[in-house]
């Protein structure tokens, strides 16, 4: 079983072909694989297939750490967009990805950067929380993933191990949420800290990047908006209509082959 790594922003994803697979990809295995220690170790998986409609170059699922199905990722459509481009299941510089989200559409600019069409974005809810002891002012935003912006202005020396889970568990967020913790350094420049349901903290997001930048404009915030997370920057524009464009790097890290032995106790996992 051949398999790539890629990483955006130090967001890193296991990207494997569904042709590769001898079994299913379940979410014992995705955990299996993202384990440091007992596998590959990643922040993800991003599996991708033949797509069963005509128009798309390919069908993207994306996988957590903890064997659950995201939406959507902006870091991982980076990467899958990429690593499709390199590997010749295109040579259009514009084309279409199937995603539980939604069609996702990108435009390669360079060797290891594309624009992303990321689609519309939503605005839901927006109040007050109460979690960990504290009272937050928040948007909840829809990427296609649930995405829950709250502004403050402490954001670095926020402990989100502790403050994450139960906002991301909130029973506002039936189904958990993303957060973004942001705080406007200048017009047009925002600094985020995510954390992801199925992951943690992380380096980066792009769809929480996407998330802050809507709830930003929705405040009466300027387009493009320019969002700075631990593992560097993302480009947001953010149009009337809410339609959000990403646009940013993804490079791979290596290509490997699973080991035998490692196959046979995935295979042994159910």
């Keep these: 079983m051949k398999f790539e790594k890629w990483q955006a922003l130090g967001n890193d994803y296991l990207i ?70 390199r590997n010749g299941w295109t040579d259009a510089d514009t084309f279409s990805i199937q995603t539980i989200a939604g069609e996702i559409r990108p435009t390669i600019t360079g060797p290891a950067t594309c ?39 402490d954001v670095d020396d926020l402990d989100l191990a502790t403050l994450g889970p139960p906002i991301e568990n909130h029973e506002l967020f039936p189904d958990r949420t993303n957060v973004s913790f942001v705080r406007e350094l200048e017009p047009g420049v925002l600094r985020a800290r995510i954390f992801e349901r199925g992951v943690g903290e992380t380096l980066s997001s792009g769809t929480g990047a996407a998330g802050a930048a809507v709830a930003y404009v929705a405040r009466g915030g300027d387009t493009p908006v320019t969002v700075r997370l631990d593992g560097g920057e993302l480009e947001v524009e953010v149009g009337e209509d809410l339609n959000v464009t990403l646009t940013g790097w993804a490079v791979p890290v290596y290509r490997g082959e699973l080991a035998a032995d490692f196959l046979e106790d995935l295979h042994a996992t159910e």
């Design 115 to 153: 624009r992303v069409d990321m689609g519309r974005a939503a605005l839901r809810a927006e109040g007050t929380l109460s979690a960990a002891g504290r009272e937050w002012r928040y948007q909840h935003v829809s990427m296609g993933n649930p995405q829950t912006v709250l502004f403050t202005d």
């Design 16 to 85: 494997v072909e569904a042709e590769q697979l001898p079994w299913e990809l379940t979410p014992a295995r995705v955990r299996r694989l993202c384990d440091a220690h007992l596998g590959v170790g990643a922040d993800g998986v991003l599996l991708l297939s033949a797509p069963d409609e005509p128009g798309y170059v390919a069908r993207l699922r994306i996988f957590n750490p903890d064997g659950s199905e995201a939406e959507l990722s902006g870091n991982g459509a980076r990467e899958a967009i990429l690593y499709l481009r």
